[in-house]
């Protein structure tokens, strides 16, 4: 069964201090990777695609990495406004055109 | 930029009543979904429609059905509503292109009481 998992669940950053999230997948044929931002009472919001495997996608203090079985979103120097839960998401072959979410992982910064 | 739109963001409905959540977007996309997103579960796929008059039953599809009339426009529709379908409801549709992403809409948050 394909399978996506986000950790931490909830994370609390300060201002400034850089971590990662985490995205790992089980699927039987990756298509693309997708990451999205979702703020409250809001709906997801597109961030980056990646394809395969060494590919790297970078969009202000955001940069997304994917190797075979995980992906990372790294937050450099976090600030208050990136408060948010982050999405991860996957299109595998046999799945057609639906992607697989993950249950996000909501992220709190604090000044 | 693409634009999702649901008619209502705020619904309150009462169980057993026929509602109709309605979805569209501006970008010519093939493919649109309905989605339902609860805590603790995350988004769940209800059903999808790949062109007009086409649909394809999602993870939890029961207690819903679809209607895609025109390819702009895709409905959601709750027959009998129940509490158990009290949610947020979100709409998304995507191009034909390899591993091109979701574009989603604000959601509707629905109550059922």
């Known amino acids: 069964e394909d399978q996506v998992t986000q950790s931490p669940e909830a994370l609390r950053l300060q201002e400034g201090e850089s971590s990662s999230l985490n995205c790992s997948y089980t699927?039987?044929?990756?298509?693309?990777l997708f990451w999205y931002r979702q703020d409250p009472g809001k709906g997801p919001e597109f961030l980056f695609t990646?394809?395969?495997a060494g590919e790297e996608k970078e969009k202000e203090r955001l940069k997304a990495t994917l190797t075979k079985k995980e992906s990372f979103l790294h937050i450099t120097a976090p600030k208050p406004e990136d408060s948010a839960t982050y999405l991860c998401?996957?299109?595998?072959?046999?799945?057609?055109?639906?992607?697989?979410f993950g249950k996000g992982t909501t992220l709190s910064v604090s000044s | 930029d693409v634009k999702v739109t649901q008619s209502s963001r705020y619904l309150v409905k009462r169980t057993g009543e026929k509602v109709f959540l309605e979805c569209v977007q501006d970008?010519?996309?093939?493919?649109m979904f309905w989605y339902r997103q609860d805590p603790g579960l995350g988004l769940r796929l209800i059903y999808f429609?790949?062109?007009?008059?086409?649909?394809e039953k999602g993870d939890i599809p029961e207690g819903y059905s679809v209607s895609r009339e025109k390819k702009e426009r895709f409905s959601l529709i709750l027959e009998s509503a129940s509490t158990n379908q009290t949610s947020m409801y979100l709409c998304?549709?995507?191009?034909?292109?390899?591993?091109?992403?979701?574009?989603f809409g604000n959601g509707t948050r629905l109550t059922v009481t």
């Open positions: 990646l394809y395969s």
């Open positions: 970008m010519d996309h093939e493919n």
């Open positions: 429609s790949y062109d007009v008059k086409m649909k």
């Open positions: 699927v039987s044929g990756l298509r693309g």
């Open positions: 998401a996957v299109q595998v072959v046999q799945a057609g055109t639906a992607l697989i």
């Open positions: 998304a549709s995507r191009g034909r292109g390899r591993a091109s992403p979701l574009h």
